[in-house]
T-cell receptor, first 109, second 115 residues
């Protein structure tokens, strides 16, 4: 069965420092994988998606993620955090509508 | 227009009330979804409509009744809810049900409180 595991429930960074949000997947084949962001009391917005094309995927707001089959990972990164990045982030297997448990990103001034 | 709208934004209802949540999209999407989201948790899938037909019901209690009157509109009828049903209810749409490569567009949600 397919699943995703977000390795950190909470990540805290200082503004201007790099962000790393970790997602591992479990699947017998290379799945499509998406990252969504949810700001407080808002719906989810797609950040970026991997669909078996380029393994390094660039998304909105300076985020990117690299699909690594050997590590079964799809970690989300950003070189420099901004206060507006504070939100909940979900790693998702879109075809099966499987959501990770979410990672809360806190950005300190 | 890439927007999914949901009304109302907030709803407070008693356990004996009947109310409805509404969701609308004008992107020509043929799949629409209802999710329930508790605080600090991921969305939980409730129902999926594909081409206006119910294709997935994730064993949701009958006090929740979905309806898809046309391809742009999705309703969720609520009756005799329990306090534990209080949550953020999210609607989403995608071009098709087989969403391997299609993103879902989410509405802002309805914050439901059952008293």
């Amino acid at each position: 069965a397919q699943s995703v595991t977000q390795l950190d429930s909470h990540v805290s960074v200082s503004e201007g420092t790099p962000v790393l949000l970790r997602c591992n997947y479990s699947s017998s084949y290379s799945p499509s994988l998406f990252w969504y962001v949810q700001h407080p009391n808002k719906g989810l917005q797609l950040l970026l998606k991997y669909t078996s094309a380029a393994t390094l995927v660039k998304g909105i707001n300076g985020f990117e993620a690299e699909f690594k089959k050997s590590e079964t990972s799809f970690h989300l990164t950003k070189p420099s955090a901004h206060m507006s990045d504070a939100a909940e982030y979900f790693c998702v297997v879109p075809g099966k509508l499987i959501f990770g448990q979410g990672t809360t990103l806190q950005v300190k001034p | 227009d890439t927007e999914v709208t949901q009304t109302p934004k907030h709803l407070v209802m008693g356990m004996t009330n009947k109310k409805s949540l509404k969701c609308e999209q004008h992107m020509g999407h043929r799949a629409m979804y209802w999710y329930k989201q508790k605080a600090k948790k991921p969305p939980e899938l409730m129902f999926v409509y594909s081409y206006e037909k119910l294709s997935i019901n994730e064993s949701v209690p009958s006090r929740f009744s979905p309806e898809c009157p046309n391809s742009s509109l999705l309703n969720l009828h609520l009756h005799a809810l329990q306090p534990e049903d209080s949550a953020l209810y999210l609607c989403a749409s995608s071009p098709h049900r087989q969403a391997e490569a299609f993103e879902q567009y989410f509405g802002p949600g309805t914050r439901l409180t059952v008293t």
